[in-house]
């Protein structure tokens, strides 16, 4: 269990920096940077693993959800050379400015929200560590989403997202399974159409190419068009390293659907799923490798030891 924690949590990074340096690039173009050999490039993180270290930190701390202390901590990690989008550095400015986390992002696109992929590539902790129970676990992906994306289609998708990685860690016998409770976990119509178009692809994917997947499912940088396509690599193959290549060769947004397949993937498979010649790639420093891992570890701690300190030294 142990491994299926930070599993998720490196897998998502791993995912994340295979994507970075393709993104926003076309299917061929990506094809074209990685070849045959898909050997890792610079092997450093986006925007999207700087927030999902913030996310498990504030976990750890509070042993739970704790909305201004999550905010606080985007606010600190926050490093602009990373690639934050417009929406996320917009709703933190507000924070910075005095607006309570639960106001700020309510403001943003004519007051509509946001339901780009922010939260939902962010989301890896809150799934494994409510992976027992759906109901939380919705309620955390909710609440922790609201930070930056108060849109309804943002909260789904990272709820949709989490409830992918808590199936993942329990460890269905037959993946295939897991749509059947993803259909009836998920409440937003787009998005049980998006399940169902998965399904279907699944069912006849020896005929199906990336065009039609693309083409289904999406690639962008909308939470219900970078969701499923992540979902979908996940469930078309039987380990980590093909799962993250496709996710990854479909274009378009690439690191946030690379990172959300690889967390998928490293909480069903567990790290030493990852080969490992990626993972050393993977950058280091104050909050890398090494320190996603510890996250990871301190989460599986949180849930299941008892009278234990969960503070991370820094």
């Not at 937003?188 to 190419?209: C, F, M, S, T």
């Not at 104050?286 to 503070?311: C, H, M, P, Q, W």
């Amino acid at each position: 269990m142990k491994s299926k924690f930070t599993g998720a949590l490196i897998g998502s990074a791993i995912g994340d920096a295979f994507g970075a340096p393709v993104e926003g690039y076309g299917m061929k173009k990506v094809s074209s940077v990685y070849g045959e050999d898909w050997k890792m490039i610079f092997g450093r993180y986006t925007d999207d693993t700087e927030m999902m270290i913030g996310v498990a930190e504030s976990l750890i701390e509070n042993k739970g959800f704790n909305g201004a202390d999550m905010a606080r901590r985007f606010i600190e990690n926050y490093d602009m050379r990373r690639g934050y989008g417009p929406g996320s550095k917009e709703a933190l400015r507000r924070i910075i400015e005095g607006e309570s986390w639960e106001e700020a992002s309510k403001k943003l696109f004519g007051g509509k929200g946001s339901y780009g992929n922010g939260a939902a590539m962010r989301i890896a902790p809150v799934g494994i560590f409510y992976y027992d129970d759906a109901d939380k676990l919705r309620e955390i992906a909710y609440k922790s989403s609201h930070i930056t994306h108060s849109h309804e289609l943002g909260k789904e998708g990272a709820a949709l997202q989490a409830f992918s990685i808590a199936l993942a860690v329990r460890g269905r016998a037959k993946k295939e399974d897991m749509l059947l409770e993803l259909k009836e976990f998920v409440e937003n119509e787009v998005y049980k159409e998006k399940i169902r178009k998965i399904e279907e692809l699944l069912e006849k994917k020896a005929e199906v190419d990336k065009e039609e997947i693309i083409s289904e499912l999406g690639n962008g940088e909308e939470a219900f068009n970078s969701v499923p396509p992540a979902i979908y690599s996940f469930l078309r193959f039987d380990n980590f390293k093909d799962c993250v290549i496709y996710a990854v060769s479909l274009g378009g947004d690439t690191d946030t659907i690379g990172a959300m397949s690889g967390a998928i993937s490293g909480a069903y498979y567990g790290e030493g799923s990852i080969p490992k010649e990626w993972s050393e790639k993977l950058e280091e420093g104050e909050k890398g490798r090494s320190y996603i891992k510890r996250l990871g570890e301190e989460l599986y701690r949180a849930k299941f030891v008892l009278n234990t300190d969960l503070n991370i030294r820094e």
